[in-house]
């Protein structure tokens, strides 16, 4: 009678554990893969936009986790190697693409950046991910031909993709003394809700939508 018991209380357990861990799995996913202005250069993990984003996201309602995948000085080279993995790991709902600027510090050629940028959103969407492109804008002291150029590039692919773009990552922050650090090229801990005001209208759009 002890044994049956027992084996009862077994079954119990097991099938309670096995609820949960299908509830966990089941919890959508934002993965967000981009470079330093994604990882939070130089500022407390956070005080970063991405951790303001998972904070967004409870206060909102939301049952959605954020991943950060990014990391200071990737490229979109880098983002290729690793995108694989970080979707079989995390099942991603939607991608969040922040690349492409250590791209242009390298000189990489536009058509270059586009195409790995290409290649990043179509791995996403066969993964079942929707994806959310951050356009990046930088200095015209690169040339203001390979400039344009380089910025026309999240714009088109949006459309080619026909994925969703916030056309300026860093409006309204960009540029502005008080919300960059020293280097002129990263924002700091003060610019980090703006950049998060940037991002959120089409990313609730899309949740929405998914949902």
């Known amino acids: 009678m002890k044994m049956k018991l027992a084996w009862i209380l077994f079954l119990v357990v097991a099938v309670f554990n096995v609820a949960i861990t299908a509830n966990a799995q089941e919890k959508p996913t934002i993965l967000v893969l981009g470079d330093s202005l994604s990882a939070g ?3 407390e993990v956070e005080q970063g936009w991405v951790e303001l984003l998972n904070q967004k996201l409870k206060q909102e309602g939301y ?3 954020v991943i950060n995948g990014s990391i200071s000085g990737d490229t979109t080279t880098q983002g290729l190697l690793r995108l694989p993995t970080l ?3 995390h099942a991603p709902e939607i991608v969040i693409i922040e690349l492409g600027g250590n791209d242009a510090l390298r000189g990489t050629s536009p058509t270059a950046i586009k195409r790995n ?5 179509d791995t996403s969407k ?5 994806v959310l492109l951050l356009g990046i804008q930088i200095p ?3 040339g203001q ?3 344009q150029a380089f910025f026309n590039n999240y714009a088109q692919l949006a459309n080619e993709k026909k994925v969703k773009l916030v056309p300026v990552f860093l409006e309204n922050v960009g ?3 008080e919300l960059m650090q020293e280097d002129g090229i990263h924002p700091n801990a003060k610019a980090q809700q703006t950049l998060l005001e940037n991002v959120w209208p089409q990313l609730k759009t899309q949740i929405n939508n998914a949902g």
Do not use: C, F, M, W
Not at 117 to 121: D, E, N
Not at 126 to 130: F, I, T, V
């Open 117 to 121: 940028l290409a290649k990043l959103i």
């Open 41 to 43: 250069y130089n500022i």
């Open 140 to 142: 015209p002291n690169y």
């Open 175 to 177: 540029g502005v003394d």
């Open 87 to 89: 979707l079989k790991q």
């Open 126 to 130: 066969r993964s079942g991910a929707e």
């Open 145 to 147: 031909r390979y400039a």
């Open 63 to 65: 049952p959605h986790t």
